[in-house]
């Protein structure tokens, strides 16, 4: 079945610096990604919607400027944390497919913020 | 009121039992997905269904379309099948993914 990777798996930052998550689909074509945020005991949120060759599309409530969306290939999404603080130490989770195939959901990242 | 219903939301069976958790929905879909996510955080689609029954080894996924519910069950549980278990919803309007609040099921040996 179609694989989602995604990259790092878990990741400690300063508060203050950048952290970039990566998200390929390894064999087959994703013109669409989504991009979960989880908190501990809760559901996936959806953050937004990464669209191949054009701008995310966010949900209300999520900074775009904090939370950079980059989908330059259709194997590839990445997601950048900007200026990281602790509040932003979640499980970050991105997928692909869902509407009319099965989804297909990568490995997860676990950021801490110190 | 969550546009995606899962209950129970805590499930504690004995190893061998028969178990059911239950999906309901109130918006137009294109697929309706159940996932299974365990504690490392990972995510496995286990069935996508638009319509009917889906067999997967011990696990039965239904649909009522009508009705909008679905349910899963897992037949002979085991302390492996230890995982919480999420519904989700495949918007037929936006595409994309709406996520029942999961089902944390514990399977005791």
């Known amino acids: 079945g179609a694989v989602v990777s995604q990259h790092p798996s878990w990741v400690i930052c300063k508060s203050g610096t950048s952290v970039k998550i990566e998200c390929r689909s390894l064999?087959?074509?994703?013109?669409?990604m989504f991009w979960y945020r989880q908190f501990p005991k809760q559901s996936l949120m959806l953050m937004a919607t990464?669209?191949?060759?054009?701008?995310?599309?966010?949900e209300q409530g999520v900074e775009k400027d904090k939370f950079l969306i980059n989908h330059a290939s259709l194997t590839l999404s990445t997601l950048t944390v900007t200026s990281a603080h602790p509040e932003d130490s979640s499980f970050y989770i991105c997928?692909?497919?869902?509407?009319?195939?099965?989804?297909?959901f990568g490995q997860g990242t676990r950021l801490t913020v110190v | 009121k969550n546009e995606v219903e899962q209950s129970p939301q805590n499930l504690t069976a004995q190893e061998g039992e028969f178990i059911t958790i239950n999906c309901s929905y109130s918006?137009?879909?294109?697929?309706l997905h159940w996932l299974q996510q365990h504690p490392g955080g990972g995510i496995v689609s286990l069935f996508m269904?638009?319509?009917g029954k889906k067999k997967h080894g011990r696990l039965i996924a239904t649909i009522n379309i009508q009705e909008k519910h679905s349910s899963l069950h897992i037949t002979a549980s085991h302390p492996r099948d230890s995982a919480v278990y999420i519904c989700?919803?495949?918007?037929?309007?936006?595409?994309?993914?709406?996520f029942g609040q999961g089902t944390t099921l514990q399977v005791k040996p």
């Open positions: 997928s692909a497919g869902g509407r009319h195939t099965e989804a297909f």
């Open positions: 064999d087959f074509q994703a013109t669409t």
């Open positions: 990464s669209n191949e060759g054009s701008k995310a599309t966010y």
């Open positions: 918006v137009g879909i294109s697929a």
């Open positions: 269904l638009s319509s």
């Open positions: 989700a919803a495949g918007s037929s309007n936006t595409g994309k993914l709406i």
